[in-house]
């Protein structure tokens, strides 16, 4: 079952006794509970029927007799476990998943990890409950994910200020959302965001940023290759050498799948690398300047200056000399 499903359900009235929401993704998680909290009664309702617990305190018999409660001035109550990966003895709740009151509506965020597929919790839980388990989304997956939320603001955004937005904040949906909604409202009357938008409210340099050394790389553009090098070491937070080295491996990879590929064509190669057909041809550009055997060369390089930046074989040259070394080095 999805977010929008069980919202869906939720908003016509219907609900199940008891929910279990776990995973590796904590924004779908968070969406569901904040709903849960703050949708499912109204204000004055919530005064008597909301109660809500948190893993690392909660004593299951409390929980358990907090459910059994019957509501009070309103049809239905919510109880809520928060944080529930981190309670004790948390298998002792199942007495009550296998019985549930159905005036009760029981959700419980259980983040970061899945209850044990062998256990009886899980067992019971599959019989009794509802249960909704997450997953992170691919890094592909990112741009269509952060483009649907601006639409959901009412904006379109173009296709390099999507790459900047998602590629200075990465696997991180709440941030995403925040970020958007920032520029919603800095944004006035306009409803497009561009790349001097992502810079002016956000603070990545359109110019200066990740996207723009792997693109003057692919390029072969050696000076422009140095100069934001040069503004990554005045300005250390922009980009350190920690994100700047997984990047470039990250699209140099992809680059160099293109030659096992079999074919050329743009729009099955996108599909093949999981990248947005947009970009392809910066990738099959890179194909070409480097040719196989450069960009096998490259793959090694950046492993070699991977362990370079954390000290191995390295007496402590700082990122932007190790970064302007890698550079000549893959280019030459």
Same mark, same amino acid.
């Given at each position: 079952m999805s977010v929008d499903k069980i919202l869906g359900e939720w908003k016509k009235?219907?609900?199940k006794p008891v929910y279990w929401l776990e995973g590796e993704e904590p924004y779908f998680i968070d969406q569901v509970m904040d709903h849960a909290e703050h949708r499912i009664l109204n204000e004055s309702e919530a005064a008597f029927n909301l109660t809500v617990f948190y893993g690392r305190d909660a004593?299951?018999?409390?929980?358990?007799?907090?459910?059994?409660?019957?509501?009070?001035?309103?049809e239905r109550? #919510?109880?809520? +476990?928060?944080? $529930?990966?981190?309670?004790? @003895?948390?298998? !002792?709740?199942?007495?009550? *998943?296998?019985?549930?009151?159905?005036?009760t509506v029981f959700v419980v965020s259980y983040k970061e990890k899945k209850v044990d597929g062998r256990s009886k919790l899980a067992k019971t839980l599959k019989q009794k409950g509802e249960v909704f388990t997450t997953k992170k989304i691919y890094e592909s997956q990112l741009p269509e994910w952060a483009s649907q939320m601006v639409q959901k603001h009412g904006?379109?955004?173009?296709?390099k200020a999507l790459f900047l937005l998602v590629d200075h904040i990465g696997n991180d949906l709440a941030r995403i959302q925040n970020?958007?909604?920032?520029?919603a409202v800095n944004l006035g009357v306009r409803k497009n965001i561009t790349e001097d938008d992502i810079e002016n409210y956000i603070g990545v340099s359109k110019e200066?940023? #990740?996207?723009? +050394?792997?693109? $003057?790389?692919?390029?072969? @553009?050696?000076? !422009?290759?140095?100069?934001? *090098?040069?503004?990554?070491?005045?300005?250390?937070?922009?980009?350190?050498?920690?994100?700047?080295l997984p990047a470039l491996y990250n699209f140099f990879s992809k680059v160099y799948m293109i030659f096992g590929a079999g074919s050329t064509d743009e729009k099955s190669l996108a599909g093949s690398l999981g990248i947005n057909p947009y970009f392809i041809k910066d990738y099959i550009l890179a194909s070409r300047n480097y040719q196989y055997q450069g960009v096998e060369k490259i793959l090694l390089l950046l492993?070699?200056?991977?362990?370079?930046?954390?000290?191995?074989n390295d007496a402590g040259t700082d990122d932007a000399g190790l970064l302007k070394e890698l550079v000549v080095k893959m280019m030459g």
């Open positions: 009235g219907t609900f004593d299951w018999a409390a929980v358990i007799n907090s459910c059994r409660r019957y509501p009070m001035f309103a109550q #919510v109880v809520l +476990l928060k944080e $529930a990966q981190q309670m004790r @003895d948390i298998e !002792k709740l199942e007495g009550y *998943i296998e019985n549930p009151l159905s005036s904006l379109t955004i173009n296709q970020e958007i909604e920032k520029l200066f940023n #990740v996207f723009e +050394l792997q693109d $003057a790389v692919a390029r072969k @553009d050696l000076p !422009k290759a140095v100069r934001i *090098i040069q503004y990554f070491k005045a300005n250390p937070k922009a980009a350190p050498i920690q994100m700047i492993h070699e200056y991977n362990l370079r930046s954390v000290g191995v």
